[in-house]
C-alpha cells in the first residue's frame, strides 16, 4: 500500500548497536501485548454471531479483521524472524492464509469459514508461540536484513517493531465496524431489564443505511423512587446488556437498592 511505501522510503538512520537493539525488542514486546489485549477488549464487546456481517458502506467484517491479525502476527513475529517451519502448516494452513491475507476478501459467509471460537483460539495459538520465540530471540539475528513490510529500520527488529502498529490499525477498523453493527435487538435489551425493579419510560432507535446505530434507552426507576425524582440515566448498549447489576451502578448508589436483584 502507499503507506507501507512511504514509510519504508531508504532511510539514512543508523542501525541500532546490538544492547539497544535488544531493548527495542523488549518495548516492542510490551507494545505487542497491550495492542492484543486492546484487541480482545474490543472483540469481548462483540457479539459473535455478529462477527460474519458486513455493514453497508464497509469493506469489511469482525471475523476478516481478526483471521488478518493472526496471520499478520504470524509473518511479521515468525516467519520474517526464523522463516517457515513444517509445522507453520498446521499453524496457518494455506486456506487460512489465503483467506485472511493482504488483498483478500472479506466474506460474509460464516459456513465458508472457520466459526468466532476458531478464529480466538488460532489467534491465540499464534500469539503465544510468537511471543514465546521473541523471548528467545538474539541481538544478531534482530539486525539481520528484512524485505517489507517494516518499521523504521530494514531489519527483523523493524518487522517486529511494525507488529503493534499494524494491530492497532485493525483495532481502529473493528471498533468501526462495531459502530454499524447492532449488538442486539430491542427485545433482548429488555430482557436484561426486571420490570420490578425498573420501568421503561422510552426507548429510540437510530438508524443509518438500515442499521441500527445507536440505541439509547431512558430508564426511570420504580414509582416509588420516581417520587423522591432520583433521577434517570442514559445508558449505552454494551453496559445496558451485562447485567442488571451494572444498570443499578450505572443509576447510581439511591437507585443500586432497586435495580440488580
Not at 488478518?68 to 494455506?94: A, C, K, N, W
Not at 481502529?172 to 447492532?182: E, F, H, L, S, Y
Request: aromatic residues 6%; hydrophobic residues 40%.
Amino acid at each position: 500500500s502507499d503507506i507501507i511505501r512511504v514509510m519504508n522510503a531508504p532511510d539514512t538512520t543508523p542501525l541500532p548497536d546490538a544492547d539497544t537493539a535488544m531493548g527495542m525488542l523488549r518495548g516492542a514486546m510490551g507494545q505487542i501485548e497491550f495492542a492484543r489485549r486492546y484487541t480482545l477488549e474490543l472483540l469481548d464487546a462483540t457479539p459473535k454471531e455478529r462477527w460474519f456481517e458486513i455493514p453497508p458502506a464497509l469493506p469489511t467484517n469482525i471475523a476478516w479483521q481478526v483471521g488478518h491479525d493472526t496471520v499478520s502476527q504470524y509473518g511479521l513475529l515468525m516467519f520474517r524472524i526464523r522463516g517457515r517451519l513444517p509445522e507453520d502448516l498446521s499453524l496457518i494452513p494455506g486456506r487460512f492464509r489465503k483467506s485472511y491475507g493482504r488483498e483478500s476478501t472479506p466474506s460474509a459467509d460464516p459456513a465458508s469459514q472457520p466459526s468466532a471460537d476458531e478464529l480466538l483460539a488460532r489467534m491465540a495459538e499464534v500469539y503465544d508461540l510468537a511471543m514465546s520465540e521473541l523471548a528467545r530471540v538474539t541481538a544478531d539475528v534482530l539486525l539481520e536484513p528484512v524485505d517489507m513490510p517494516y518499521a523504521a529500520y530494514p531489519v527483523k527488529l523493524g518487522a517486529i517493531l511494525f507488529c503493534p502498529l499494524h494491530e492497532h490499525i485493525h483495532a481502529g477498523q473493528i471498533g468501526i465496524v462495531r459502530r454499524q453493527v447492532p449488538s442486539c435487538s430491542t427485545t433482548e435489551i429488555l430482557h436484561c431489564i426486571r420490570p420490578s425493579s425498573i420501568h421503561v419510560l422510552h426507548h429510540r432507535i437510530f438508524c443509518r443505511r438500515g442499521q441500527h446505530k445507536y440505541l439509547a434507552v431512558q430508564l426511570l426507576l420504580h414509582r416509588q423512587v420516581t417520587r423522591q425524582h432520583t433521577g434517570r440515566d442514559l445508558l449505552d448498549l454494551a453496559t445496558l446488556i451485562r447485567c442488571n447489576r451494572t444498570v443499578g451502578a450505572k443509576l447510581g448508589a439511591a437507585s443500586t437498592e432497586h435495580c440488580g436483584r
